[in-house]
């Protein structure tokens, strides 16, 4: 599968700041028709609307209340894109106290919203001829930084459920991928305390033009995420994206 974001029609979460905002961007530059911001707060959209007009339209949708999503999700009943980008971070380690607690807060919009997404987003993608959905996991989705165990587990949960909806979605004709970054200059890089080895957010953006354009299922965008991608290729290739009989 390939997907051309040119003259389509694309919902990204979090779109306001980081790493969203960087892809709603990407997205305009490569001659995509209409973003839906998908934000909690629309207001937080403005600086985007006053600089691409039209082509940005806020939408609230908060990835913790599943009444948002499904408005969202009629409100876009045109998008044929939808990259679920927004996420959360806490610096809690399998050893702290809170960490139930913040693997409780993480799954909450890490996973159960990233569930409750494609739920009311694959039909519309089906609606619109198959499209593309995107999940925007991260290198700790395949290896566990102590420093943040609860949150590293939760994009380890978002990436596993990734691989099942793209053989879900697969019958529709939805192409599927999954984003695995390193350290991004955002205010979650910096909240990571990643600052001084973080790369610009730009780099997720162009990366997801590209690998929709190519059918990739991994896309890999800076370089520690290069360096995570080339050590993994061969169980990628031959395990998670092969196609090995079930039981
Ligand atoms: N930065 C990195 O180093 C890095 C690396 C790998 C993967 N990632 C992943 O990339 C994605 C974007 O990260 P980022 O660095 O841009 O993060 P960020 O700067 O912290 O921005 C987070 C975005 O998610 C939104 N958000 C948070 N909770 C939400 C909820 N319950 N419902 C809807 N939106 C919500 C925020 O909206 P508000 O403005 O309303 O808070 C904001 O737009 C995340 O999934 C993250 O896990 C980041």
Redesign the pocket.
Known sequence: MSYDVQDQIALV??A?????KAITESLIKHGAKKVYAA???VA?VAPLVAEHGVQVMPVE????KPETIQAAAETASDASLVIN?????RTATALSDDAIEALQFEMD??VF?LIHMAQAFAPVLKSNGGGAFVQ?N??VSMKCFPQFTTYCAS?AAAYSITQALKSLLKDQGTQVMSVH????A????DA?G?SEI?EP?ELVGECIVEALKAGDFHAYPDTMAKQVGAAYHDFATNVVEADIAEG
């Not at 955002?186 to 890089?189: H, L, R």
Request: proline fraction near 8%.
């Open positions: 979460t979090g306001n700041r980081g790493i969203g934000v909690r707060d937080s949708l908060d990835l913790t980008n927004a996420g959360v971070l919009a890490n919203g925007l991260s290198v994009k970054p390193g350290p991004i955002t205010d979650m890089g990571a990643l973080a957010p």
